[in-house]
């Protein structure tokens, strides 16, 4: 990690008040406590076991933030501390993760993780399912379910690709998305539209985007 590396990211961001998500995984405890010192909060990860070790050794404010895929039968690990879950892909997650936020209760912030990409590979609800889950989170919530998890927005990965246009392109999208969001919640606080890596952050940046997660314009290659 390289201190002026950044401090110019932060400059960079700052006139849009665009967050930074710090992208910890398969990094070390001290390096994010030298990023921490730096004033950095909100760290995100990708697995719940290294999470989960890496949290009991580091300060207690820091806002960890979940960006990998997540298992059911691992949400209850996590919900006594997490700040945000970015990678709600499905509503038996968010049933399951309403479920322990009650038992602890807490409010966790969840975003919608879609897919947006034109690859096979990576995870998210396509617009068919997001469309089925917002309707079924709004009937249950006015029956007083899902008082636990709070949806803040989406999250969303543009496809690995060279293409600025195609990458432009999947970004508008997930704004359209996060836009449909909102309207489905609307006395909510849908804030975060989670957008944007290393490699395509200035992009989704033009394109709307709230908060960026880099990893290794930060924390250098994994
Ligand atoms: C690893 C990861 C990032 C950060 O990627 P970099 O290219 O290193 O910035 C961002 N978002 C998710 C979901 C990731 O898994």
């Known amino acids: 990690m390289n ?44 697995y719940v076991q290294e999470l989960l070790e890496k949290q009991a050794q580091l300060p207690t404010d820091i806002r960890w933030h979940f960006i990998g895929h997540l298992q059911t039968n691992k949400v209850k690990f996590l919900v006594p501390f997490i700040y ?16 322990h936020a009650s038992k602890n209760q807490r409010i966790v912030r969840c975003l919608l993780q879609i897919f947006i990409a034109r690859e096979e590979s990576k ?11 917002l309707l079924t989170v709004n009937r249950n919530r006015q029956e007083g379910r899902f008082s636990h998890s709070q949806i803040s ?13 195609q990458i432009r392109e999947e970004f508008v999208r997930l704004r359209m998305i996060f836009e449909k969001i909102k309207m489905s919640f609307p006395s909510d606080p849908v804030d975060t539209l ?29």
């Open 153 to 165: 927005g989406c999250m969303g990965m543009a496809s690995m690709t060279e293409n600025k246009t």
């Open 3 to 46: 201190r002026n590396d950044y401090s110019g990211i932060i400059e960079k961001l700052k006139p849009s008040g665009v967050q930074l998500l710090a992208v910890s995984k398969t990094k070390s405890v001290e390096e994010i406590q030298a990023l921490y010192d730096l004033g950095q909060r909100d760290f995100g990860e990708n």
């Open 123 to 133: 995870f998210g609800l396509d617009e068919t399912e997001l469309d089925l889950l």
């Open 194 to 222: 989670s957008m944007g890596m290393s490699s395509d952050y200035p992009i989704a940046i033009e394109e709307g985007s709230t908060m960026v997660r880099l990893g290794t314009l930060i924390f250098g290659e994994r």
């Open 84 to 99: 945000m879950i970015q990678s709600v892909d499905s509503l038996k997650l968010l049933l399951e993760i309403d479920k």
